[in-house]
């Protein structure tokens, strides 16, 4: 039995990972600020013995006596981490501080949640490791972009300097059930919208790529990397290498949800990547050969089934 510190785990990916490290046998404490996450997500652990929820901000120092470390901490959807990009930096970079300070100190393994955001719009496709990709410095998605470039470079200084365990991945888009109704990304978005009737929006021409991974496995690669031995740390690309237009997603969004909704085209916002695709070799490598298991169809199914119980359609 470990025991693991989750920050932002009361949040979508977080709230998983807490049940799955649960369901293994592991004592979990929750660290979260509620900016996106929801009590509802994590309600059902709260009478559980080996389950333990902290409302903290991770911009402030957290201390505990810890195994491991996953840093989810963050807003993740565009609309919630530009309503306020100073605070977004600080949650990337003072995070990463506070929690690598913490895992330095108590000699704990440590993951961060990094995302594909760190290859911006990219000239290389689909993306490697070794891409170091085309970040606008300056834009609306900066504060996330930029702050999550500034924690790796954290990370890999912290484990240069100190010694830290360290493991890093680069998460490509993922959704599924705990997904908030108003989270703003584009599956929930059109999910939600073809199931209360209402017009899909599409953002540009909708020809803009994505390539969608199912929660679960996203949780199966980010486990198996923390298991690695210390050697490996990353980053390693975990995602679904099946790429998607966004028509494509409306399609079929309608077709699953049977809905009579209509297509809307809606400005693109500036900075929108163009493309999005994962080279997954190294993750298949060195994580005793992961594979996403999930096709889209099969995952929409799912989360179209969570959205009507959330919704009560
Ligand atoms: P989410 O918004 O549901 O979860 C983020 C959680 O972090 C929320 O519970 C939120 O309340 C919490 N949080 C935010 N700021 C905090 C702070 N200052 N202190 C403490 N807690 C704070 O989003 P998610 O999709 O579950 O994303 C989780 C992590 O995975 C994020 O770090 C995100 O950048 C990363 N990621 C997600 C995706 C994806 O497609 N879902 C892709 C790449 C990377
Ligand atoms: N998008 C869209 N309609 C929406 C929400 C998003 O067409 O209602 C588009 C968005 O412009 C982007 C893609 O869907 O091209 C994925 O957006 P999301 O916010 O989910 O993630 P990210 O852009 O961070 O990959």
């Avoid at 996106?36 to 994590?42: A, D, E, L, P, Q």
């Avoid at 402030?60 to 605070?87: F, G, R, W």
Wanted: neutral net charge.
């Amino acid at each position: 039995m470990s025991r693991i510190l989750i920050t932002g785990g009361a949040g979508f990916i977080g709230s998983h990972l807490c049940d799955r490290l649960l369901s293994e046998g592991n004592e979990v404490i929750c660290l979260d600020n509620f900016f996106t996450g929801r009590r509802k997500n994590i309600e059902h652990n709260l009478s559980n013995g080996y389950f333990e929820f902290v409302r903290h901000d991770v911009t402030t120092p957290y201390m505990a006596e810890v195994d491991e470390i996953y840093n989810l901490a963050c807003p993740a959807s565009p609309i919630h981490y530009q309503y306020n990009p100073i605070k977004t930096v600080k949650t990337s970079v003072m995070g990463a501080i506070n929690m690598l300070g913490l895992a330095k100190r108590v000699k704990a393994k440590i993951l961060q949640a990094s995302t594909s955001e760190v290859y911006g719009d990219p000239s290389v496709h689909p993306q490697p490791e070794e891409y170091w990709g085309n970040v606008n410095p300056i834009g609306i998605r900066s504060c996330y972009d930029e702050g999550k470039r500034c924690a790796e470079t954290l990370f890999m200084d912290y484990h240069r300097q100190n010694g830290v365990k360290i493991k890093i991945i680069r998460i490509f888009n993922t959704y599924g059930p705990r997904m908030n109704p108003n989270d703003g990304r584009v599956v929930s978005n059109f999910i939600v919208q073809a199931l209360r009737g209402e017009d899909i929006t599409i953002f540009g021409s909708g020809e803009q790529t994505r390539s969608f991974q199912y929660v679960d496995d996203l949780l199966e690669g980010m486990i198996r990397m923390m298991k690695t031995d210390d050697s490996v740390i990353g980053p390693v690309n975990i995602g679904n290498p099946n790429e998607f237009t966004m028509l494509e997603l409306a399609t079929k969004v309608i077709e699953l949800t049977g809905s009579k909704s209509k297509l809307i085209f809606q400005p693109l916002p500036s900075d929108d990547p163009r493309q999005r695709q994962p080279n997954i070799s190294k993750a298949k490598e060195l994580l005793d050969n992961w594979n996403p298991t999930i096709q889209l169809q099969e995952g929409l199914i799912k989360t179209i089934q969570y959205f009507k119980d959330e919704l009560s359609i």
